[in-house]
């Protein structure tokens, strides 16, 4: 977490330093970047960018939140305009992911550098192991009709499955460099293979 220096930062100058650790973590994975390129791009003292944060880990996963909480967001929104669909959704969502330029390469350098806290950071925009206040929400938005569970813990499981396969799906992307569509079509057919599973017999998946 930044220090309270950081936050009091005039907007401009908190969001050049942010641009400039985003730019060192997008060129190279966390414990290959160089504070001293940081604070060379931002254009501040090295005991500055100590005032602000405790190290280059403390910047890293301060852009990494902010950037789950601007997935997490994105999640609920799609999960809300799917009707609530969990399938049509997690597909809309990995698309999203996957083509963004912004992102693309501070992502691909979090996700083929994993670690245990990275990875608990990341999956927070959609995922969670254990039932948390994020799961409630995002449960509350889940068409639970569909699905051939009977009950709420039978759905945080299936959610713990359809998340374990996205995410395989999204290292899968980067490590070969997949294309777009290429990507989505292999994603494509093992969400309709868990559909198979997981949907209402009375149900075809689409």
């Known amino acids: 977490m930044p220090k309270i220096t950081f936050f009091n930062l005039p907007e401009d100058k ?6 400039a650790a ?13 504070i001293t390129n940081i ?17 280059k880990e403390d910047a890293f996963f301060f852009l990494l939140n902010e950037l789950t909480k601007e997935h997490k967001y994105i999640f609920i ?6 009707n609530g669909d969990i399938f049509e959704t997690m597909i809309d969502f990995f698309r999203v992911i996957i083509s963004e330029e912004e992102n693309f390469n501070f992502l ?29 929400k ?18 945080f499981y299936v959610f713990q499955i359809i998340a374990a396969v996205t995410f395989r799906s999204f290292v899968d992307k980067f490590a070969r460099d ?3 569509e290429e990507a989505m079509n292999t994603y494509l057919i093992e969400m309709n293979l868990l559909k198979k599973g997981l949907y209402r017999d009375s149900l075809e998946p689409k």
């Open 178 to 180: 997949l294309p777009i």
């Open 108 to 136: 691909k350098n979090t996700f083929l550098n994993m670690t245990h806290r990275i990875e608990s950071t990341f999956s927070r925009s959609f995922s969670s192991n254990e039932r948390n206040e994020n799961f409630e």
């Open 14 to 19: 908190k969001e050049t330093l942010i641009q």
């Open 22 to 34: 985003k730019k060192e973590f997008s060129r190279v994975p966390l414990y290959d970047a160089s």
């Open 77 to 82: 929104h799609l999960l809300s305009s799917n």
């Open 138 to 155: 995002f449960s509350s938005f889940i068409d639970k009709n569909v699905l051939n569970i009977s009950d709420e813990n039978e759905l």
């Open 39 to 55: 604070i060379k791009e931002a254009g501040i003292p090295r005991g500055s960018f100590y005032q602000y944060f405790e190290d």
